[in-house]
């Protein structure tokens, strides 16, 4: 997995959920602003980015950001 790329989708949860910082290891779902919008948010993003689409319910799935980048990079 490119690094560079890894860290951009970190970025992306990051700025949907208004954090300071994302790492492979974190449940971003256990943020205080994690909900639809921020799995929405996160969706367009990556569709964006990366051209991969993944369902709002898949986006909820991960146990941590790391298996979200896999996921997406993989």
Same mark, same amino acid.
């Given at each position: 997995m490119a690094q560079t790329e890894e860290?951009?989708?970190y970025s992306i949860v990051?700025?949907?959920l208004e954090a300071d910082a994302?790492?492979?290891g974190d449940d971003y779902r256990r943020l205080p602003l994690? $909900?639809?919008l921020a799995a929405f948010m996160i969706k367009v993003s990556v569709a964006r980015?990366? $051209?991969k689409e993944l369902a709002l319910s898949e986006i909820g799935g991960f146990?941590?950001? $790391?298996e979200l980048?896999?996921?997406i990079l993989g």
């Amino acid at each position: 997995m490119a690094q560079t790329e890894e860290k951009e989708i970190y970025s992306i949860v990051a700025d949907a959920l208004e954090a300071d910082a994302i790492e492979s290891g974190d449940d971003y779902r256990r943020l205080p602003l994690w $909900g639809s919008l921020a799995a929405f948010m996160i969706k367009v993003s990556v569709a964006r980015r990366f $051209g991969k689409e993944l369902a709002l319910s898949e986006i909820g799935g991960f146990a941590s950001a $790391g298996e979200l980048a896999r996921r997406i990079l993989g």
